[in-house]
């Protein structure tokens, strides 16, 4: 879903913490949007709570932030780019194995579609196992083109206070880009 703002994602993240860490119900998930739009942790919603499911609800959130930003555009008060067109994709991971080592592969329309986009690089949200028990956790993460139809994915900032990120035994879940 393509939607227009001027909220600009951060091309470094906030280090914004959660502040709910309770697993399956925590808001790591809401850390990492505020992180990405760069945005206080209260002035996000709590995603997984809400009856719509956490996707729409980043979407709807999303769309929120278009409709201020167009309200300050009209007012004079914008921000000054006059609105960037976002995509908001939630992609699974495929995972492949190399040798001992677990590979979290993202989808190949992801990497290059030609020599100009080398070096590009998506924000996005990886989901995977959280290392401090057996449930599931998010980070804010770039997937980065490196060309030849290749993607490598790197974790950039995690709203768990300890950073320690995710259980890298564990295949990943999915990504979310906000591009």
């Known amino acids: 879903e393509n939607i227009r703002t001027t909220t600009l994602l951060q091309k470094q993240p906030l280090k914004i913490y959660q502040d709910d860490f309770t697993p399956s119900k925590g808001n790591a998930l809401q850390a990492c949007v505020a992180s990405i ?12 709570t809400l009856e719509c499911g956490y996707y729409k609800g980043i979407v709807d959130y999303v769309k929120q932030l278009q409709q201020e930003d167009q309200r300050q ?5 914008g921000k000054g780019e006059g609105g960037v067109c976002y995509t908001v994709q939630k992609k699974a991971f495929q995972q492949r194995k190399e040798g001992d080592a677990i590979v979290n592969v993202v989808d190949v329309v992801d990497a290059a579609n030609s020599k100009d986009d080398v070096g590009e690089e998506k924000i996005c949200i990886i989901r995977g196992k959280s290392p401090r028990g057996d449930f599931g956790h998010v980070v804010v993460g770039r997937i980065r083109d490196e060309g030849i139809r ?23 879940g999915w990504y979310m880009i906000f591009e």
């Open 73 to 77: 555009q009209q007012d004079g008060e």
């Open 37 to 48: 739009f760069g945005q206080p942790l209260n002035q996000v919603p709590n995603f997984i």
């Open 150 to 172: 290749t993607c490598t994915v790197q974790m950039v900032h995690d709203p768990h206070p300890d950073e320690t990120f995710l259980d890298m035994s564990e295949q990943f």
